[in-house]
């Protein structure tokens, strides 16, 4: 598989009302009334892995924010855009090392005295991509 573009969520992985982990979703998320508002933000965001090397994930820049704040931001290296209207929010490097594609979570600490490794492996399920508590498919589908 080619993982190289632009992806969007279709299911999360949430805990239902007997606190079992279930995958659910976007559509049912984001229809769903009792879905937190910044939830729906953070399930609407898509995700590039980019050829630099480099897994962004980028949602819509907030309403009600100013050019003059955009323009601030990007020249102080606080915001990096994606096309028009979406940021960048967060932006993790990936690789692939023996045939396995693997991105840096970012997680630091060690566990029993043993080092955490940050590295994650990317799989593919149900013709779908994982990556943390989501499951992926090409924007365009």
């Known amino acids: 598989m080619v993982y190289s573009g632009l992806w969007k969520l279709k299911e999360v992985l949430v805990f239902n009302e007997d606190f079992e982990r279930v995958w659910k979703s976007v559509d049912e998320l984001l229809a769903d009334e009792n879905t937190d508002s910044s939830d729906k933000k953070l399930y609407s965001m898509l995700i590039e892995f980019s050829d630099d090397g480099f897994v ?28 028009d209207n979406m940021m960048v929010f ?27 490794d940050p ?13 943390l508590t989501y499951h992926l498919v090409r924007a365009d589908q």
């Open 56 to 83: 962004k994930m980028m949602m819509p820049i907030p309403e009600g924010v100013s050019q003059e704040e955009i323009d601030e931001a990007l020249s102080s290296g606080e915001l990096e855009l994606y096309g």
């Open 90 to 116: 967060e932006k993790h490097p990936w690789k692939e090392t023996d045939g396995k594609i693997k991105y840096d979570t970012g997680t630091k600490g060690t566990v029993f005295g043993e080092p955490i």
């Open 119 to 131: 590295w994650d492996e990317v799989k593919e399920e149900d013709g779908m991509v994982r990556i």
